[in-house]
DNA sequence: GAGATTTATGTGGTCAGACCAATTGTTAAA
DNA sequence: TTTAACAATTGGTCTGACCACATAAATCTC
């Protein structure tokens, strides 16, 4: 009836002005990953909303993976590198009964183009991967075929990709188990195919343990 | 109904626990966008937790674009691509080039395997699906260089690839504009190339167009 | 009876307060 | 000095209250 007084923003919900306010205290106050935010209490009280306000941007931060919070400790920053997107979005687009031919060629697709990128980043590169492959292979941290695959996906450079590879390696392999063993000659022709750009031969191996 | 039996992981915050639940929710009963999921009251009723809770939760995924809420109404599933990927890697990652370069990087090999791919499905394949195409672009439904190419990828059959790559574009074209004018002669080359496998051709288009 | 108006109900939006649990710093005791 | 008990701070969760908005039902008006 009667037109009433249109606030600010009324469209504007709390919790998202929280973020944007969020969002300009990392700037100005140049805060980096590992730095504390202020407690839920004090922002609400400095930006006079409720606690459950600050709270809800908080949690939406924090399942997006750009905040931590540590109970009895306090909120602080984390890498924005090391962003759950990618999960979150995967977790909706991979739902309802995704082909699973279309997963699997996908994450050939990554794996594929991750090793190829690999072998354009040059001998020194690779060999020095490698070390800390075998060290790993050596103390036992790397004993599955795939995990040997995920190092050298995240070794390749591209974060987005192997976040990708992650989602899609993850919801393609539910209930399914290693069948590969790891050896260290494996290791070692992988290299060897990856020095010499012999692609196929990696496409073959990686073919045989994603059964 | 049945009380949710509180979880066995007590670390699991509650809201997570509800973002898990509403997933499931979501792949049981075949919700897809537009449809409404149970109200907060309902679901802190159903799930045994209090509402505050499902309201991070949701508040969360509506970050994320992923659901969306009327006051008033309730709270609706979006389409995947209403995403707010790219506001958000915006505001808290696009700091370094790099991710942006992850961006674009994956997104062409998305789009060359898909090309691939579909060189791979035969002639009649490609001939049918250029019929199809022809007839959009006289009829102006196919306009810019950039729908072209969204067909094609579609077309080549890789659902899950076609969704990704959605994805990946609307962040890649943030503020941009399309620069390259779609011919019927351009339409011709690049069937001519689908056709021969000559993917050089493609991709050289493909990286003129993106700019 | 048809249309307009009011009411009731359901829903999200926000806040305040309470209580618990975990962590840390301070103080008191040994 | 070391250790134990305590207090303060902080996140985690729930409950209840109230408002704003939307829609369906009931009511009124013509």
Redesign the interface.
Known sequence: MTPYVEQSNPQLKV??SV?HQL?DM?QRDRLTSGDRLPSERELSDRLGVGR?SV???F??????G?IETRHGEGTFLRD??D?R?VE??G??????G??EN??V??KD??E??SFN?LFLSGKDGIEHLFDTIHAGFNKGEISTFTHFKSKLIKASG????YK?WLVLHDFDTEGKKEILPLSEELIYDVKNALLTGNMEFIRAICTASDQ
């Not at 949690?59 to 997006?64: F, P, V």
């Not at 977790?91 to 309802?96: A, D, S, T, V, Y």
């Not at 591209?158 to 990709?161: G, H, I, M, S, V």
């Open positions: 919790y998202i973020v969002k990392i459950s709270r809800e941007a949690r939406a931060l924090e399942l997006l750009l924005f590198r962003h997107l979150l979005l977790m909706f687009i991979l739902q309802n995704q082909a279309d997963v060629e996908m697709w990554v594929s183009a990128r591209n974060r987005l990709a990708v």
